[in-house]
T-cell receptor
Framework: DTEVTQTPKHLVMGMTNKKSLKCEQHMGHRAMYWYKQKAKKPPELMFVYSYEKLSINESVPSRFSPECPNSSLLNLHLHALQPEDSALYLC????????????????FGQGTRLTVV | AQTVTQSQPEMSVQEAETVTLSCTYDTSESDYYLFWYKQPPSRQMILVIRQEAYKQQNATENRFSVNFQKAAKSFSLKISDSQLGDAAMYFCAYRRGNYGGSQGNLIFGKGTKLSVKP
């Protein structure tokens, strides 16, 4: 099983809504990531969790709140988003954090296409 | 700071032909890793090939191979016998060696959109 599963695949939400994105992996990976990808752009790192603890927050606005309930699950809670937050949100995982093993491969999910109206 | 440059926004290749995608990077580090990721319309980023900077031998994975020129800081991807399923966005990525903090994370180029003509 080399899958990273993201739900939902598509999400439309209003600026006053609260929603959550979910990411799951069962590969025993100890690092999980959230990326944001705008159209025709490369992914941009948002958060890194290693061993279920938040290791990196790339100065992401507080309206994005990550959570790692256990080693297999990563959530991204959304609140009071803006239309410019509309993007593809990608989750990824790797066996170890990159600072422990530089050659580690990141496995990506198919993403959640988020539209904020 | 490290940067990754892909100078070809779009490329096209005939089915069964060979195509080369370019990537250059800028770094002062000696220990690092380079990756090519493929993102088809299904949106999932898939690792195509990986190169360790300390290895002189170019990495190869079936129809995919790289031309790694460390002195020139160049890392091009060659796709042989192109197939319709190769059509995708291709991202070149760089990661520092085993160091702490966000400097250990992937730095992506802007991508090259590859079309394959039947």
């Amino acid at each position: 099983d080399t899958e990273v599963t993201q739900t939902p695949k598509h999400l439309v939400m209003g600026m006053t809504n609260k929603k959550s994105l979910k990411c799951e992996q069962h590969m025993g990976h100890r690092a999980m990531y959230w990326y944001k990808q705008k159209a025709k752009k490369p992914p941009e790192l948002m958060f890194v969790y290693s061993y279920e603890k938040l290791s990196i927050n790339e100065s992401v606005p507080s309206r994005f709140s990550p959570e790692c309930p256990n080693s297999s699950l990563l959530n991204l809670h959304l609140h009071a988003l803006q239309p410019e937050d509309s993007a593809l949100y990608l989750c990824a995982s790797s066996q170890l954090p990159p600072w422990e093993q530089g050659r580690t491969e990141a496995f990506f999910g198919q993403g959640t296409r988020l539209t904020v109206v | 700071a490290q940067t990754v440059t892909q100078s070809q926004p779009e490329m096209s290749v005939q089915e069964a032909e060979t195509v080369t995608l370019s990537c250059t990077y800028d770094t002062s580090e000696s220990d690092y890793y380079l990756f090519w990721y493929k993102q088809p319309p299904s949106r999932q980023m898939i690792l195509v090939i990986r190169q360790e900077a300390y290895k002189q031998q170019n990495a190869t994975e079936n129809r995919f191979s790289v031309n790694f020129q460390k002195a020139a800081k160049s890392f091009s991807l060659k796709i042989s016998d192109s197939q319709l399923g190769d059509a995708a966005m291709y991202f070149c990525a760089y990661r520092r060696g085993n160091y702490g903090g966000s400097q250990g994370n992937l730095i992506f180029g802007k991508g090259t959109k590859l079309s394959v003509k039947p």
